[in-house]
C-alpha cells in the first residue's frame, strides 16, 4: 500500500496494491500487519458502518468526544464522495484546519481519521456507498457535531448551493468556536 500524508496528523491516505486483469480486480482492503507497519498506528476495530446516499447530500461534521472518542479508517464502495476531516484536537498545530480527499470506488483510496478529529463527507456522485471502520463503539451521549457551513472553516464541499441534503440534526450543529466553549 501506499501512504499519502496530509496536513493534520494522523490523518493519512492509504492506496492499496490493486491486481486486475480481464477478470476484473482484486485488492486487500485491510491488513492489520501491513496498516502497522505503514502507518506506525495500531488500532484494534471493533466496529464497521456502511451508509447509502444520494447526489448532494452532506454528513457531518461528526464526532465523538472523551473516551468514545473514535478514529476511523474510511472507503467508498460505490460512487464518488469529497471526505472532510476537521481538527479539533485542542493543543495540535493544525487546530482548526482541514482537509478533503475525493474518495471513490474508482481510485480505492482509504483516509485514516484520528481520534479527536471532526469526519463529514459530501456525495458527489448519483448515489454513493460509504463504508467505515471505527475503533472504538459508537456512544450516543458521547456525540458532538459541527456545521458543515461553518465559514471559519472555509470548507468547499463542491456541492452547488441549495442542491445540498442535509439532515434537520446536522441543519442544528453549533459552529466550531462554540465546541470549546
Avoid at 89 to 113: C, D, I, M, Y
Avoid at 146 to 164: F, H, M, T
Wanted: hydrophobic share 40%; proline share 3%.
Amino acid at each position: 500500500m501506499n501512504i499519502i500524508s496530509t496536513p493534520l496528523d494522523g490523518c493519512v491516505v492509504i492506496e492499496p496494491r490493486v491486481f486486475a486483469d480481464e477478470r476484473g480486480y482484486f485488492f486487500e482492503s485491510f491488513n492489520a500487519e501491513a496498516f502497522v507497519r505503514a502507518t506506525g498506528q495500531r488500532l484494534d476495530f471493533v466496529q464497521d458502518n456502511e451508509s447509502f446516499s444520494r447526489y448532494g447530500t452532506i454528513r457531518g461534521l461528526h464526532a465523538q468526544r472523551g473516551e468514545a472518542a473514535q478514529a476511523k479508517l474510511v472507503r467508498v464502495l460505490f460512487g464518488s464522495v469529497l471526505d472532510v476531516v476537521v481538527d479539533a484536537r485542542q493543543g495540535s498545530a493544525t487546530f482548526g484546519q482541514h482537509v478533503a480527499v475525493e474518495l471513490s470506488a474508482k481510485n480505492k483510496r482509504q483516509l485514516l481519521v484520528p481520534r479527536g478529529c471532526l469526519h463529514g463527507f459530501s456525495v458527489l456522485s448519483e448515489t454513493a456507498t460509504f463504508f467505515y471502520k471505527c475503533d472504538n463503539y459508537y456512544d450516543k451521549s458521547a456525540e458532538i457535531g459541527v456545521s458543515y457551513k461553518d465559514p471559519a472553516l472555509g470548507i468547499d464541499w463542491r456541492i452547488p448551493a441549495g442542491e445540498e441534503v442535509v439532515s434537520e440534526k446536522d441543519q442544528q450543529l453549533p459552529l466550531f468556536s462554540g465546541l470549546f466553549v
